[in-house]
């Protein structure tokens, strides 16, 4: 029988991946893909498709984990401390700082941007500037989120992995 501290570990080791999951396949195929398209073609791509992830199976992984992995670190707790609460406390931290900040303080702010832009009535060199303004930043803070959420991954297979007594 399953306990309610591995049934979360379970839930945040699955929320965390398919996080990892989404910006590393983001990382080495769509922005690779999009780099090769027309500078009207990219931004309306993006516009669309930063709209379209604003969905309840995203938002359910993106907090899930978020909120799963610390309380997963604290469901396997005790006195002394072990390592399996150790590697999820680091994955907590790699997730909070490295998906979720990078996310919330970088990347949001790059897409609400890109979305004000009213690409009908700009003209070539202003939609080459906006995408020169967007691409490099949103892919290079992408690639830290995929670090850090692999990175973050890393920590909770250790932590399943170590015993749950800690020994």
């Known amino acids: ?6 049934i979360v570990l379970v839930l945040a080791a ?6 990892a999951g989404l910006f590393y396949a983001w990382s080495c195929s769509v922005t690779i893909g999009l780099a090769k398209v027309p500078d ?9 498709m930063n709209r379209a992830i604003q969905n309840a199976a995203f938002f359910a992984c993106f907090f899930g984990a978020l909120l ?14 072990p390592g399996r609460c150790w ?7 790699l997730y909070a700082i490295g998906v979720f900040g990078v996310t919330v303080a970088g990347n949001v702010p790059l897409n609400e941007a890109l979305d004000a832009f009213h690409l009908p009535s700009a003209s070539a060199q ?4 906006q995408r020169a303004r967007f691409e490099g930043s949103w892919n ?7 670090i850090a959420g692999t990175l973050s991954v890393i920590m909770v297979i250790i932590a399943c992995l170590l015993p749950e007594d800690g020994a």
């Open 1 to 6: 029988m399953l306990k309610l501290a591995n």
């Open 14 to 19: 699955t929320s965390t991946a398919l996080m």
């Open 40 to 48: 009207t073609v990219y931004i309306t791509s993006m516009q669309a």
């Open 68 to 81: 799963l992995l610390p309380l997963s670190a604290y469901l396997h707790y005790s006195s002394p401390v």
């Open 87 to 93: 590697c999820l406390v680091a994955a907590s931290l």
């Open 126 to 129: 202003e939609i080459a500037a």
């Open 140 to 146: 290079r803070l992408n690639l830290v989120r995929a």
